[in-house]
């Protein structure tokens, strides 16, 4: 069990620019979520995954935002024409059963 | 709707102290509770959990909650704190049924531990 690893950690871009995080679940976990963070916030959720199936999407992942998990492993999640606003902690979580396994986020600055 | 109420933003407490931190909840059955812990820049880590039964929870680093049905609440506590435990803490619940556990957090709870 080496735990859910996400990459980058950081990452700082310019408004307008694309970004893509990457998050690598508990190897078998068949659930994955990812969540945002906001200063002084706690976890908002954003999108669910079940294998590779994309089952829930959040109000809050405007068309901007899209998220995938081919084959059931690992999952992008991908920002388009960043904005400020979009500057928070993105956390993803994997889970067998009801118990989330969370990694140690990616932070975006947008500038 | 469904929710998790953190109502204290910011507590301290000098090391050796006491700790109780809040969480209130708002849910129609009986819910899944769960309290998570996260140090600066890191992500979460579940501290314990409720599903059933005792309603006297014990997690790691020897924190305890109490589930009360009474009071809808899920309190965290520790009988000693030390300064490692300096962090956020966060209450959370599942929103959804089924298969599907997204967890609804509260705001957090930040701990100051004072020598």
């Known amino acids: 069990d080496t735990g859910v690893s996400q990459n980058p950690r950081h990452k700082i871009t310019k408004r307008g620019q694309n970004v893509t995080f990457r998050c690598d679940p508990i190897?078998?976990?068949?659930?994955l979520y990812w969540y945002r963070q906001t200063l002084g916030q706690g976890p908002e959720f954003l999108t669910y995954?079940?294998?590779?199936?994309?089952?829930?999407k959040s109000r809050l992942l405007s068309d901007r935002f899209s998220a995938e998990r081919p084959k059931g492993s690992f999952s992008t999640l991908e920002i388009q024409r960043t904005e400020q606003g979009d500057s928070a902690m993105y956390l993803c979580?994997?889970?067998?059963?009801?118990?989330?396994?969370f990694g140690e986020g990616s932070r975006l600055t947008v500038l | 709707a469904q929710s998790v109420t953190q109502p204290d933003i910011h507590i301290t407490v000098s090391e050796g102290a006491s700790l109780e931190l809040r969480c209130n909840y708002s849910?129609?059955?009986?819910?899944?509770l769960f309290w998570y812990v996260q140090s600066p820049g890191q992500g979460l880590q579940l501290l314990l959990k409720?599903?059933?039964?005792?309603?006297l929870v014990q997690g790691i680093k020897g924190f305890e909650a109490e589930f009360k049905r009474s009071q809808s609440s899920f309190n965290l506590r520790k009988p000693s704190v030390h300064w490692s435990d300096a962090a956020e803490y966060f209450c959370?619940?599942?929103?959804?049924?089924?298969?599907?556990?997204?967890?609804?957090f509260g705001k957090g709870t930040l701990l100051t531990v004072n020598p």
């Open positions: 959370a619940a599942p929103n959804s049924g089924g298969s599907n556990y997204k967890l609804t």
């Open positions: 849910y129609g059955a009986t819910p899944y």
């Open positions: 995954f079940q294998n590779e199936a994309q089952l829930e």
């Open positions: 409720y599903f059933s039964g005792d309603t």
């Open positions: 190897s078998e976990h068949n659930r």
């Open positions: 979580a994997s889970t067998p059963a009801t118990e989330l396994f």
